[in-house]
Nanobody, 118 residues
Framework: QVQLQESGPGLVKPSQTLSLTCTVSGGSITTSYYAWSWIRQPPGKGLEWMGVIAGDGSTYYNPPLKSRTSISRDTSKNQISLQLTSVTPEDTAVYYC??????????WGQGTLVTVSS
């Protein structure tokens, strides 16, 4: 059973960098068949795909967020990381990591709420 767990600060100040980690258990993040995505959901809004890291480490980002988003991995810890720079209150959202890409997701983390506020 694959499990994903997001972790990181729940409060970030405007203009700072949001950093989150997704720890994966029950499956390797380097398996070529699978990709790992970050997705967010602002309060009262729909899901927004942010980007993905493939099994070979290649990354792809949602164009509107590309200039501020970075996804990386630590294969020794089986973790996926997200960094979002220059945050504003509009970046307040529940952030999820999930296995899969825009074609579909089969495992999700429980999500973590990040609030951007001074």
């Amino acid at each position: 059973q694959v499990q994903l767990q997001e972790s990181g600060p729940g409060l970030v100040k405007p203009s700072q960098t949001l950093s989150l980690t997704c720890t994966v258990s029950g499956g390797s993040i380097t398996t070529s068949y699978y990709a790992w995505s970050w997705i967010r959901q602002p309060p009262g809004k729909g899901l927004e795909w942010m980007g993905v890291i493939a099994g070979d480490g290649s990354t792809y980002y949602n164009p509107p967020l590309k200039s501020r988003t970075s996804i990386s991995r630590d294969t020794s810890k089986n973790q996926i990381s997200l960094q979002l720079t220059s945050v504003t209150p509009e970046d307040t959202a529940v952030y999820y990591c999930a296995r899969g890409d825009e074609r579909g997701y089969d495992y999700w983390g429980q999500g973590t709420l990040v609030t951007v506020s001074s």
